[in-house]
C-alpha cells in the first residue's frame, strides 16, 4: 500500500551532492569575488534544477537538497540565539579522515527569534508540486557536540536551565516551520547512533558526561519540542553514524537505545541506516509501537556509487518483517549524498541511479 502521508514508501534523508556550478560559486563567494545577492541567485537556480529532478524520478516528498549549507547541523544550530560558531584546533575526526577545524560554543540563553532556514523553506514550496521537505539537527546535537565545557557557566550554572531553553527554542523553530507552510520537518541525529558506540561513549565520559542519563534526557527534551505539532504536520528522525567524504564516526546496532527511541519518543517516523554491519541486524525493531509509526529502511548506501542488487535489498526487507509489519515500513537511502558540502564520493548519476531503484523498489514491494 503506497502512502498518502510522510514518510512515504520511497523517501530520502534530504542532503544531494552540490554540482559544480553552485562549488565553484561557493569558492568565488568566500574569496569575495561575487555578492551574497549573486550566491543566493546561483543557489536558487541550481535548487530548482534539484527539485526538478527529484520529481522527475517520482519521490514524493523533495528537498532543496540542503544547497544554501555548509555542513549539515552547524549551519542551523549556530542562528539560534546564544550559540556561536568558532575554530578549534582540530576538526571532527571520522574513520580515516578529518573535517575541517569548525565547531560551536554556547555563549549566552539559548533562544529561536527567527531563522534564515525559514525563508529557505519558503522557497523550496514555492518551487514544487511535491511534498516539501525541510531537515534540520535534532536538539540533542548541540548538547552532545559542544558538551558542558563548551556551554557557558554564567549562562547556565546547571544543565537542567540549558536542557529547559534548548526545548523551548525548538518548540518555536516547529511553530515557525509550519506557519511557514512546512508540514514534513526531519531532525537530523547523530546522537542516538553515538550512544549505540562504546567508543564514543567513553569519549563522552572523558569530557565529563553522564552518559547513561542522556537518553532520558535527549528523549524529553525532543519530545516537548514537538508536542504541540498541529496534527497535519510529520516530524521524522534520521539516526547517522557520521556521514563525511563517504567515511563514518561510530559503529554499532541500536539495541542499547532502541527501546526508548523507537518506543519513547513521539516522532511518526524512523529513517535508521542500515547499509552495513556497522548498524547491526533488525532485532531492536520489535520495541515499534504497533501502529502509524514508520521505519524507513536505509538499505541503499550513500557513501558508495556501486548499485545494490534489487532482489538483496527485497529480501532484507523481508526480514526486518520478522520484526515489524510490512506497512510499517518503507525504503530509503542510509544517510544523506552530501552531510557537508564536500559530498560523499560518487557522482551525481550514480546518486540518481540509487534514488530511481528505491522508487522503483517501493512501487514493487508496496504497490
Same mark, same amino acid.
Given at each position: 500500500?503506497?502512502? %498518502?502521508?510522510?514518510?512515504?514508501?520511497?523517501?530520502? !534523508? $534530504?542532503?544531494?551532492?552540490r554540482?559544480?556550478?553552485?562549488?565553484?560559486?561557493?569558492?568565488?563567494?568566500?574569496?569575495?569575488?561575487?555578492?551574497?545577492?549573486?550566491?543566493?541567485?546561483?543557489?536558487?537556480?541550481?535548487?530548482?534544477?534539484i527539485?526538478?529532478?527529484?520529481?522527475?524520478?517520482?519521490l514524493?516528498?523533495?528537498? /532543496?537538497?540542503?544547497?544554501?549549507?555548509?555542513?549539515?547541523?552547524?549551519?542551523?544550530?549556530?542562528?539560534?540565539?546564544?550559540?556561536? %560558531?568558532?575554530?578549534?584546533?582540530?576538526?571532527?575526526?571520522? =574513520?580515516? !579522515?578529518?573535517?575541517?577545524?569548525?565547531?560551536?560554543?554556547?555563549?549566552?540563553r539559548?533562544?529561536?527569534?527567527g531563522?534564515?532556514?525559514?525563508?529557505?523553506?519558503?522557497?523550496?514550496?514555492?518551487?514544487?508540486?511535491?511534498?516539501?521537505?525541510?531537515?534540520?539537527?535534532?536538539?540533542?546535537?548541540l548538547?552532545?557536540?559542544?558538551?558542558?565545557?563548551?556551554?557557558? %557557566?554564567?549562562?547556565?550554572?546547571?544543565?537542567?536551565?540549558?536542557?529547559?531553553?534548548?526545548?523551548?527554542?525548538?518548540?518555536?523553530? !516547529?511553530?515557525?516551520?509550519?506557519?511557514?507552510?512546512?508540514?514534513?520537518?526531519q531532525?537530523?541525529?547523530?546522537?542516538?547512533?553515538y550512544?549505540?558506540?562504546?567508543?564514543?561513549?567513553q569519549?563522552?565520559?572523558?569530557?565529563?558526561?553522564?552518559?547513561?542519563?542522556l537518553?532520558?534526557?535527549?528523549?524529553? !527534551?525532543?519530545?516537548?519540542?514537538?508536542?504541540?505539532?498541529? =496534527?497535519?504536520?510529520?516530524?521524522?528522525?534520521?539516526?547517522?553514524? $557520521?556521514?563525511?567524504?563517504?567515511?563514518?564516526? %561510530?559503529e554499532?546496532?541500536?539495541?542499547? *537505545?532502541?527501546?526508548?527511541?523507537?518506543?519513547?519518543?513521539?516522532?511518526?517516523?524512523?529513517?535508521?541506516?542500515?547499509?552495513?554491519?556497522?548498524? $547491526?541486524?533488525?532485532?531492536?525493531?520489535?520495541?515499534?509501537?504497533?501502529?502509524?509509526?514508520?521505519?524507513?529502511?536505509?538499505l *541503499?548506501? =550513500?557513501?558508495?556509487?556501486?548499485?545494490?542488487?534489487? /532482489?538483496?535489498?527485497?529480501?532484507?526487507?523481508?526480514?526486518?518483517?520478522?520484526?515489524?509489519?510490512?506497512?510499517?515500513?518503507?525504503?530509503?537511502?542510509?544517510?544523506?549524498?552530501?552531510?557537508?558540502?564536500?559530498?560523499?564520493?560518487?557522482?551525481?548519476?550514480?546518486?540518481?541511479?540509487?534514488?530511481?531503484?528505491?522508487?522503483?523498489?517501493?512501487?514493487?514491494?508496496?504497490?
Open positions: 500500500m503506497l502512502r %498518502s502521508r510522510p514518510p512515504f514508501r520511497a523517501d530520502h !534523508v $534530504g542532503s544531494l551532492l554540482p559544480a556550478a553552485l562549488k565553484e560559486a561557493r569558492t568565488r563567494h568566500q574569496s569575495g569575488a561575487i555578492s551574497d545577492e549573486e550566491l543566493r541567485r546561483i543557489e536558487d537556480e541550481e535548487i530548482v534544477k527539485i526538478a529532478k527529484q520529481e522527475e524520478i517520482g514524493p516528498a523533495v528537498t /532543496d537538497g540542503e544547497f544554501r549549507r555548509s555542513w549539515w547541523h552547524f549551519d542551523f544550530l549556530k542562528q539560534l540565539d546564544g550559540v556561536e %560558531s568558532y575554530h578549534p584546533d582540530e576538526g571532527i575526526q571520522f =574513520s580515516g !579522515v578529518q573535517t575541517r577545524a569548525e565547531s560551536l560554543r554556547v555563549t549566552a539559548v533562544g529561536f527569534s531563522h534564515p532556514m525559514i525563508e529557505h523553506f519558503k522557497f523550496l514550496k514555492a518551487n514544487t508540486k511535491a511534498t516539501p521537505k525541510m531537515t534540520i539537527p535534532s536538539p540533542a546535537v548538547h552532545f557536540r559542544v558538551g558542558r565545557r563548551q556551554i557557558n %557557566s554564567k549562562a547556565y550554572p546547571q544543565l537542567d536551565n540549558f536542557f529547559g531553553d534548548l526545548g523551548r527554542a525548538y518548540r518555536k523553530a !516547529v511553530r515557525a516551520f509550519y506557519d511557514a507552510g512546512c508540514r514534513y520537518l531532525f537530523d541525529d547523530t546522537v542516538w547512533a550512544l549505540c558506540s562504546k567508543e564514543q561513549l569519549l563522552a565520559r572523558g569530557r565529563g558526561e553522564e552518559v547513561e542519563k537518553p532520558r534526557i535527549y528523549a524529553e !527534551v525532543i519530545n516537548y519540542a514537538i508536542a504541540e505539532r498541529p =496534527s497535519d504536520m510529520v516530524i521524522t528522525t534520521h539516526v547517522c553514524r $557520521g556521514n563525511f567524504r563517504s567515511q563514518w564516526v %561510530s554499532g546496532g541500536y539495541e542499547p *537505545v532502541a527501546e526508548r527511541l523507537l518506543g519513547g519518543v513521539n516522532y511518526d517516523g524512523f529513517f535508521l541506516e542500515y547499509d552495513s554491519e556497522r548498524a $547491526g541486524g533488525f532485532d531492536p525493531l520489535r520495541f515499534l509501537p504497533r501502529g502509524k509509526r514508520i521505519v524507513v529502511l536505509g *541503499v548506501t =550513500s557513501k558508495s556509487g556501486t548499485l545494490e542488487a534489487r /532482489d538483496a535489498i527485497k529480501r532484507r526487507i523481508e526480514e526486518a518483517t520478522q520484526y515489524v509489519a510490512l506497512d510499517q515500513l518503507a525504503l530509503g537511502p542510509q544517510c544523506g549524498f552530501a552531510s557537508t558540502e564536500e559530498g560523499n564520493l560518487l557522482t551525481e548519476d550514480e546518486q540518481w541511479a540509487k534514488l530511481s531503484m528505491i522508487v522503483d523498489l517501493s512501487r514493487i514491494v508496496w504497490g
